[in-house]
Each structure stands twice: as structure tokens, then as C-alpha cells.
């Protein structure tokens, strides 16, 4: 296969593009994002129960989901979450288990329920995803709080219609509130009390199922709701009717005020009220895409809202994403320069262009893999593609270096680019193997962070296989056509020069290597020494060792319990 390519320079050039072409094709597919995608393994029952406090949802609801879902199979646990109105049961899955089953015996066990509470509705059954944070928006105004919760609301709408900003989640805010005052002084004049106010209250804000109507083509189910949601339609409630037959509303003996469960949650942002819009976007969206869309938007709304009220945008979790991508591209631009800088040194300038070329080919061709393997580009791929860099200019160097000796032994172009190549091929693959028995344990780690920490083994070896065959196929092929264009000029006065010192720098490393052969004893004993004595400052805690450093942020949290 060496010395097919070699010998065919239109096969190798157009294997070359091919992996170019599909790796550029893939490049934009890829979603960028801080974190990679971590699948889930739990389902979320919610049953909404009007009208029941978390007790009676506890009774009627949470008990009679645990034993309905007792048979099933892979349960890790069960969580059930009694609210007011609401059950929701959280059940989770062992990773051994076959998910979509899994979801198969969940939907089935709630199905068969016959004996949940006649009020509760329906069950909702899903998967619960996982979102990351991307960015928050700040909404500042000097204005009441249900004000500003509607203006958020409002603002949310209009992100959500852009395509691009896939979710967005008000903070600031506790469950709103009807506040109903009234003063004893109406209470004794009517002959109420606070209790037969909340009775009275309750028998007209209404909202039951009164059953279903069904046709050959479908079942519609009925309900009966005369809630109020406002203070103005809470004020018209009638509470009771005097003889002479005029009617008493709860606004006439009562102040209605819209308001929040818990006035102490709340966000103030550089010192003023604020809502806190953050979006979050699903494992298929990329972060970068997300935040254009929504730097956009609010460029768009903060041109139409008067002055006093601000949109700002913070807590940008894509900051991470941009900074690697900046440094993978730094070191990835600097190597290439380094390397061609070095090989021009010893080579020709064409003969250094097609060592160095083998990066930027492997790196595309591995993208196309990586997008039909489902990773994205997050914190950790991004390492492993680091880490990639120094191996794959390794192995270029070194069947480089090899057929050009081969042409110092006066082989022709091809034959050196075959034989320079074969000489150098068992070394190249051993070391593909000891980085892949280093990595791959890496591959079987159970858990969140074990789907999170293979990332690194799989990018790392896709890319070095690629680059195997780049090394293999693409490599000497233009090695060969570089050594067959080479000038037959004399070398210039600098390169002389160059040679000339730096034989002698390696007849200086020779008589180093000779001296040290000869106390070898001594050598290899001072280097067992250094390395005991290494070992030593890590067992006495002079060399720190800690799993996770501690690393520098931008952000101080403070909680005060009171």
C-alpha cells in the first residue's frame, strides 16, 4: 500500500482532498458547547391533582405511582415530589439497563393505574433531558415587580420565536400570588369570618374535568374553569347578596394585591430590581449559535425600550468554549510554524510544506468521524485534540527524517520514500498502540463522568488513526515528488554554515553518549537515585498532589443562612 501511493501521486492527492472535503463539509454540523452531551437514564411522571394539597398528593398520587412501579425492571430509584396541585415522580435507571425498555415499562405501568383520585388528570410521562446554561440576560428597571415579570414574559416570547435560542427560564421570581386583605372591621359588618372568606373564595374559583365526548375520530375532554387570575377579576367575585338584593364583591370589603409567595426571592443586578432570563440550550444545539442569536435579539430590544429599562448580558458560560477553541488554534497555527520552521532548517522548503500539511489534513478528516461518533467540540474533545498535536507532528518528523536519510544513501526519490517509510512503520504503529493501551481504559468508566472523561480516549485515538494513514498514504507520495523537484542547485552559504556547526553540535552529543557509556554504572545508578528522591518529595508532601487544582475564576458566590 506504501508503494502504491508513492508511486501514484494522483491517488494520494485525491485521497488528500477527499479527507479535506469531508471534514470541511462537517465542520459547520458540529455543535460547539462547554460540556459534552451526557445521556440520560430517568423518567418524569407529573400528574397534575387541582385543588389537593401536597398531603392528599402524596396519598393519592405519589403512593399509588411506587407501587404501580415496583415490577419494572433497572430501577435505581424512585423520587416523588408532593406539591400543591402536583405529583411528580422522578424514577431513574442503571445504566445497564435498555432505556427505550425502559420507557416502555414506565409508559405500561402508569397506564394501568385504575385507582388514582377521580380529580387528578392525566399523567404526563417523559425523558428528562439535560440543558446547559449559555448566557443570561439581565433585565433592569425601576419598576414594580409584577411589572417587571410581565415585561420578562414578554421578552421571552419574542426569544423563543427566534428559531436559533432554543430555551429561556425566568429567575427572580416565586410562585405570583392573589394577597387578600380585609380588615375585621368587614368581617364583623357581614357576619364573615376568614375561613368562610377562603370557603367562599374557593367555591367560585373553579377549574374540575366534567367528562368527554366521544366520536369515531376522537376523545375531547371537557372541563369546567371559572378561575380568576387577576386582582381585577378576583375583586368581582361575589360573596354574598343582601335582602334588598345587591351584591357584595370581595373588592368592596377587600384590598387585592398581586404579588410574589416569597418577597426575598429576587435578583437586584448592579444595584437595581432585576429579571434574570436564562438560556439554556438542548444536547443537539450549539452555544456559539445560541448566543449570536440571542447578542442579537437583544441588540433588537434594547433599541425599542425606553430609556430606564436595560438588557445586559451576563453569566456567559460560552466564554470557556471560545477561550479553547482560541488556544487549540494558537498552538495548532505556532506548531505548524515551529515544525516548518525546524524542517526547512534540514529540508527543502517544499519538503518541510508537505511534513507539516499532515495536521491540518488529519485534524479535518477526523472532524467528519467525530460528527458521525455524536461528539461535539466541548472543553474535553479539545484537550484530546491538544494532546493529538505533539503525537501527530511526531510521527511526520520522524518518516520525514527517515526517507531523508535514505536519500543521503543515494536512494532515488521513490525508492527512499518507500524504504524510509517501511524502516520507520513499526515504531509509528507501536506508538499508536501504547498511546491507545494508556487511553482506552478511559472508555469503560461508568457513570456521568465516565461518558463525560471518554471523550478524550475516543477523539484522541480518531485522530491519530487518521493521521496513520495521512503518515502511510498521502505522506510519501509527496515527499517523493518533492526529492524528484528538488533543486539541483548548490546549497546556499547559510545552509553550509549551518551543517557545518551543527555536525559538530552532534559529534559533541556522540562524545557525551561515548562518556557516558563508560560509567554506565554510575549514570544509571545517579538516575535510580533521582528518580527515588522524586518519589520521596511526592510521599513526604513536599510536592503537593491534588486530583482537581484549584483554578482562578471571575465569579464570587456567597450564601447567607438566616
Request: charged share 20%.
Amino acid at each position: 500500500m506504501i508503494r502504491f501511493f508513492a508511486s501514484h501521486p494522483t491517488a494520494a492527492n485525491l485521497l488528500m482532498l477527499l479527507l479535506m472535503a469531508i471534514g470541511l463539509y462537517t465542520l459547520p454540523q458540529i455543535n460547539r458547547e462547554t460540556f459534552p452531551l451526557v445521556k440520560a437514564y430517568s423518567a418524569e411522571i407529573m400528574i397534575p391533582y387541582p385543588g389537593a394539597a401536597p398531603a392528599d398528593v402524596e396519598q393519592g398520587i405519589c403512593l399509588t405511582l411506587e407501587n404501580a412501579l415496583d415490577g419494572i425492571s433497572f430501577v435505581e430509584e424512585k423520587v416523588c415530589q408532593a406539591r400543591q396541585n402536583l405529583g411528580l415522580m422522578t424514577v431513574k435507571m442503571y445504566e445497564q439497563g435498555d432505556f427505550s425498555k425502559f420507557m416502555d415499562d414506565v409508559n405500561s405501568a402508569v397506564d394501568s393505574i385504575n385507582d388514582l383520585p377521580k380529580e387528578a388528570e392525566l399523567a404526563i410521562v417523559s425523558e428528562i433531558g439535560r440543558t446547559q446554561n449559555v448566557i443570561s440576560i439581565a433585565l433592569t428597571a425601576d419598576m414594580p415587580r409584577p411589572e417587571l415579570k410581565n415585561l420578562a414574559e414578554l421578552l421571552k416570547q419574542k426569544l423563543l420565536q427566534n428559531p436559533n435560542i432554543p430555551l429561556v427560564e425566568i429567575k427572580g421570581f416565586s410562585e405570583r400570588q392573589l394577597l387578600i386583605e380585609v380588615s375585621s372591621h368587614n368581617l364583623r359588618r357581614y357576619g364573615l369570618s376568614l375561613q368562610d372568606l377562603a370557603v367562599l373564595v374557593g367555591k367560585q374559583d373553579i377549574d374540575l374535568p366534567v367528562g368527554s365526548i366521544e366520536t369515531n375520530f376522537r376523545e375531547t375532554q371537557l372541563r369546567f374553569t371559572d378561575e380568576r387570575r387577576g386582582a381585577e377579576e378576583l375583586s368581582q367575585l361575589v360573596i354574598m347578596t343582601g335582602k334588598n338584593g345587591n351584591e357584595v364583591r370581595l373588592g368592596d370589603i377587600a384590598t387585592i394585591k398581586d404579588t410574589f409567595e416569597l418577597a426575598e426571592d429576587k435578583v437586584i443586578f448592579n444595584g437595581y430590581p432585576a429579571a434574570l432570563l436564562q438560556i439554556n440550550k438542548n444536547s443537539t444545539d450549539d452555544s456559539l449559535r445560541v448566543l449570536q442569536a440571542v447578542e442579537e435579539m437583544v441588540a433588537i430590544e434594547q433599541a425599542k425600550l425606553p430609556d430606564g429599562i436595560d438588557l445586559v448580558l451576563t453569566q456567559d458560560a460560552t466564554s470557556i468554549v471560545k477561550d479553547r477553541i482560541s488556544m487549540l488554534l494558537n498552538n495548532a497555527w505556532q506548531g505548524l510554524i515551529l515544525v516548518f520552521g525546524v524542517m526547512w532548517l534540514f529540508f527543502t522548503f517544499r519538503y518541510a510544506f508537505w511534513v507539516v500539511m499532515g495536521l491540518p489534513v488529519s485534524f479535518l478528516a477526523s472532524l467528519f468521524f467525530l460528527g458521525k461518533l455524536g461528539i461535539s467540540i466541548n472543553m474535553f474533545s479539545m484537550v484530546a485534540l491538544l494532546l493529538s498535536l505533539g503525537i501527530l507532528m511526531d510521527d511526520a518528523i520522524v518518516i520525514a527524517e527517515s526517507i531523508g536519510s535514505q536519500i543521503k544513501k543515494g536512494l532515488s526519490p521513490l525508492k527512499a520514500a518507500v524504504t524510509g517509510t517501511k524502516i520507520v512503520a513499526r515504531g509509528v504503529v507501536s506508538s499508536f498502540l501504547t498511546t491507545l493501551c494508556i487511553f482506552v481504559g478511559l472508555i469503560f468508566l461508568e457513570g456521568d463522568l465516565g461518558q463525560i472523561l471518554k471523550v478524550i480516549p475516543v477523539v484522541l485515538l480518531t485522530v491519530i488513526t487518521v493521521s496513520l494513514v495521512e503518515a502511510f498514504c498521502i505522506l510519501p507520495s509527496h515527499l517523493n515528488h518533492s526529492l524528484s523537484h528538488a533543486s539541483k542547485q548548490p546549497p546556499s552559504n547559510f545552509r553550509v554554515q549551518f551543517e557545518i556547526k551543527f555536525e559538530k553540535f552532534r559529534q559533541s552529543v556522540f562524545s557525551l553518549v561515548e562518556r557516558l557509556i563508560q560509567i554506565r554504572y554510575g549514570f544509571i545508578g545517579f538516575v535510580i537515585a533521582f528518580f527515588l528522591f522524586s518519589i520521596s518529595m511526592l510521599g513526604s508532601g513536599i510536592l503537593k498532589f491534588s486530583a482537581f487544582p484549584n483554578i482562578e475564576g471571575d465569579m464570587i458566590q456567597a450564601r447567607i443562612l438566616m
